[in-house]
């Protein structure tokens, strides 16, 4: 490549960061900081690059060729600068006048929208934008005069107070927000955040601990830190808040929830024992990839919500399953429980979990993501299912089921793929859910899951004769089952020897409903309606069916299968 090629990739590079998402939010000087320069990094572990007396300090050749390198590459990009900054800003005065007759007439329809709806996209724009929400509003507030006024006036729209952050722009905030607003907080995970980091951040937003709603702690995906202090993850940054709110004694009596997630690659469970007093009033905990370990019961928690990978790519990957089991007993007031699991069914170990009782959870919504069917290895082994057999849970109410799947299973045969689903299924039911009698609502969602790495993203639906089998004699208490599947449903029965009059007789659903079935057609409703009917003969105790978002049924079509009487049709 020419050297006037290389040069001419810079305006290339700055036309494309210019275009960035968000690049209005960024804090330039952070960026470009010196330590960012290379010409420094070559030369800082040998001597301070900006040493009053640097020529003194540089005595041998090596040093002395990196430097004189560093210097005229510095000259060089402020010889290019100069050039850029002259010719963009002839450009820009060229520009600015045609811009600010565009902006007028634009701004002539928004004159015309009253401020309390302003005001109301303002706040949907910062909420939006999570931890960089006080940027965002810093840059509405500076669009124009009225922009300005109802920024000011909007106290909600700067109640997001975020580490990364500046010290004044936290004050800024909080000032503008006042003392009654409630506060939605972000600590990222960073070298700079620990030890003084901590102590910063803290005391900037003390003033405001009372009035905290929300707490979410995240980490980089990709932060690589030799500090071993740092090597826990968000575990640690939560510890270390934990005793900074002591040490200042700080109290949070409004926080109700608390949202901390890791790295998807590693997996952060607490050594330490974890002091959540300061939260006295905690509603809703949400750990990714982030398991605590508490020292008292956490009696205000009613939601919990946990995601976690089990795939094969992790080592002894069935203990956070066991640690999790431990860390539901902590939990005595929990209502409403969430599991998301990716890899759930590659893992195969002969592994055993000792039960574990959740008297007080109402509603489980259990989702994994990126299942593989297979024939082999064989489900009631896997960690999977030894966990569910573990979780026991007498007041269960409510039973949420998602599959997402990381392909449509085009390479096994149909009846194959149906089989092995079928065992998935029977896994996810185990016997204690199937036989409560307070379990009376079951919710089925199977879909292709387009976030996970597909070798086809356009991939068909296979044409064969694939299902997805619910077994009747299975889920005999259930009342309302909800079903959404990319693939045909059929009603099955487990027992071979069942009779049609004890399946009647036993059989308590009484409301069925399908929504977003997109490649159900008349002919599978029809199947499913004949087996309720013939076969099993409790078609006459149901008393309402919803269809919903199910493409290609139309209403008459339905109208025709279903009836009037039971038939609730939602387009």
């Known amino acids: ?22 690049f209005h939010l960024l804090n330039l000087s952070e960026v470009f900081g010196a330590n960012k320069w290379s010409a420094i990094r070559n030369i800082e572990n040998d ?10 300090k540089i005595i041998d050749a090596d040093l002395t060729s990196r430097f004189m390198a560093s210097a005229f590459q510095i000259e060089a990009i402020v010889s290019m600068l100069n050039v850029l900054s002259s010719s963009a800003g002839q450009i820009q ?27 109301a996209v303002f706040q949907f724009a910062v909420r939006d934008e999570g931890n960089e929400g006080g940027r965002q509003a810093i840059s509405l507030s500076q669009t124009s005069r009225r922009f300005r006024n109802i920024a000011l006036r909007t106290r909600s729209l700067w109640n997001i107070l975020s580490s990364s952050d500046s010290t004044n722009q936290l004050e800024t905030f909080i000032a503008r927000a006042g003392s009654n607003e409630e506060y939605n907080i972000f600590v990222h995970h960073t070298s700079r955040m620990f030890a003084p ?69 590693t997996t952060y469970i607490s050594s330490i024992r974890e002091n959540l007093g300061w939260a006295p009033n905690l509603r809703t905990l949400r750990c990714a990839y982030a398991l605590l370990n508490p020292t ?96 026991r849970l007498p007041s269960l109410e ?18 194959s793929w149906t089989l092995a689903l079928g065992e998935l299924s ?22 292709l899951d387009r976030d996970t790495p597909l070798a086809h993203w356009e991939e068909v639906v296979p044409r064969d004769n694939r299902a997805f089998y619910i077994a009747l004699d299975r889920i005999f208490n259930i009342k309302t089952l909800s ?52 076969e099993f003969d409790v078609w006459s105790n149901i008393g309402r069916v919803t269809i919903q978002g199910c493409k290609n049924l139309a209403y008459e079509d339905v109208m025709w299968i279903i009836g009037e009487e039971k038939l609730h049709y939602l387009d």
């Not at 039960?355 to 064989?378: H, M, N, T, W």
């Not at 204690?432 to 609502?441: A, K, V």
């Not at 007789?505 to 029809?526: I, K, Q, T, Y």
Request: hydrophobic content about 40%; charged content about 20%; overall charge neutral.
């Open 197 to 265: 980091g901590i102590d910063r951040f803290t005391n900037a937003c003390r003033s405001s601990a009372s009035h905290w709603k929300t707490m979410t702690l995240t980490q980089d995906d990709k932060l690589r830190v030799s500090n071993a202090s740092m090597n826990g993850g968000v575990v640690v940054l939560l510890r270390d808040l934990s005793l900074s709110f002591v040490k200042h004694g700080l109290q949070f009596p409004m926080l109700e929830e608390l949202d901390i997630r890791g790295s998807a690659k």
């Open 93 to 119: 005065s060229q520009f600015k006048l045609s811009k600010e007759r565009i902006s007028a007439k634009l701004s002539k329809g928004i004159n015309r929208l009253p401020d309390e709806l302003i005001s």
């Open 296 to 391: 008292v019961l956490l009696s205000s928690v009613s939601t919990f919500d946990f995601t976690q990978s089990i795939s094969g790519t992790f080592n002894h990957s069935f203990v956070p399953l066991r640690l999790l089991l431990n860390f539901l007993s902590y939990l005595p007031n929990l209502t409403t429980f969430r599991l998301e699991l990716q890899g759930a069914n590659e893992l195969v170990f002969d592994t055993v979990f000792r039960a574990r009782e959740c008297p007080s959870i109402i509603s489980f919504y259990l989702r994994l993501r990126g299942l593989q069917v297979k024939v082999d290895p064989p489900p009631q082994s896997s960690s999977l299912a030894s966990f569910l057999d573990a979780l």
């Open 426 to 447: 029977t896994e996810l039911m185990p016997t204690h859910f199937s036989e409560s009698s307070r379990l009376t609502s079951l919710s089925y969602n199977l879909y």
């Open 398 to 415: 409510n039973y949420s089921i998602s599959l997402g799947f990381g392909d449509s299973g085009g390479e096994m045969d149909g009846e």
């Open 47 to 56: 001597v301070y690059p900006f040493s009053n007396n640097l020529d003194k």
């Open 483 to 534: 079903i959404s599947s990319w693939i045909r449903v059929q009603f099955v029965k487990q027992d071979p020897y069942l009779r049609k009059i004890d399946i009647r007789e036993r059989c308590r659903l009484r409301r069925l409903n399908f929504v977003g079935c997109a490649n159900m057609g008349g002919a599978d409703l029809s199947s499913v309606v004949s087996s309720l009917v013939c």
């Open 1 to 22: 490549m020419s050297p006037e090629s290389e040069v001419s990739e810079v305006l290339l590079a700055l036309e494309k960061a210019a275009r960035a998402s968000n």
